[in-house]
């Protein structure tokens, strides 16, 4: 019950990106998280090897942390193909241009992402300007996650008939992760006696 609450928050987050994305691709996105999972940091550095593209937001406000969304090459180059409007296939690598597309998607979802964690929470989460991390083996990963856990957020996205999926990940301090799933404890009693 905790990750549907979890669960849900993200829904709204995402949610409420979709009038933006759908102006940008001037085309009606659908958008959504189906599942997530608590990750630890070894499993975060096996998932996304330095083959992924890992565009990174820094958290700051009442706690410190990362809120990164990941993609396979393969998945990169669809969703840049699709917001600059090329045939799907004919993009090989990523250029500044692809780079400054997967930054504005990255910026859009996880900004309203934090958004509705920061509502549900009643904590400040403020995303810092997105970057894409390039990683020369895992042990710079594993550096970059430090002691932090991760709340994994598979996201399936349909635009123009053709689907995408990608990965959102928060990572934080242990202590504020219990801090969060303690908060949605307390709305699971609310909800409870509501009932």
């Known amino acids: 019950m905790q990750k549907d609450i979890l669960l849900e928050i993200g829904n709204i987050g995402v949610g409420n990106s979709i009038n933006s994305?759908?102006?940008?691709?001037?085309e009606?996105?659908?958008?959504?998280?189906?599942?997530?999972?608590?990750?630890?940091k070894d499993e975060f550095v096996n998932n996304y090897g330095i083959s992924s593209i890992i565009i990174n937001s820094k958290i700051i406000g009442d706690l410190s942390g990362n809120l990164s969304f990941i993609f396979s090459k393969e998945e990169a180059l669809k969703f840049i193909e699709i917001m600059t409007m090329v045939p799907i296939g004919s993009i090989k690598e990523i250029n500044s241009m692809g780079q400054s597309a997967l930054i504005e998607l990255t910026n859009i979802i996880c900004g309203s992402y934090l958004s509705a964690m920061s509502d549900f929470s009643q904590l400040e989460l403020l995303p810092k300007p997105p970057e894409i991390m390039k990683f020369t083996d895992?042990?710079?990963i594993s550096e970059f996650i430090g002691d932090?856990?991760?709340?994994?957020?598979?996201?399936?996205?349909?635009?123009?008939?053709?689907?995408?999926?990608?990965?959102?990940?928060l990572m934080i301090n242990e202590k504020y992760m219990n801090m969060i799933i303690e908060i949605a404890n307390e709305k699971l009693i609310?909800?409870?006696f509501k009932k």
């Open 138 to 140: 895992n042990s710079r």
């Open 21 to 26: 994305l759908s102006k940008i691709m001037n």
């Open 148 to 169: 932090n856990k991760g709340i994994e957020l598979n996201t399936e996205f349909k635009i123009f008939n053709e689907s995408l999926s990608s990965k959102m990940v």
């Open 190 to 192: 609310e909800y409870s």
């Open 28 to 40: 009606l996105v659908d958008l959504r998280l189906p599942d997530l999972k608590i990750i630890e």
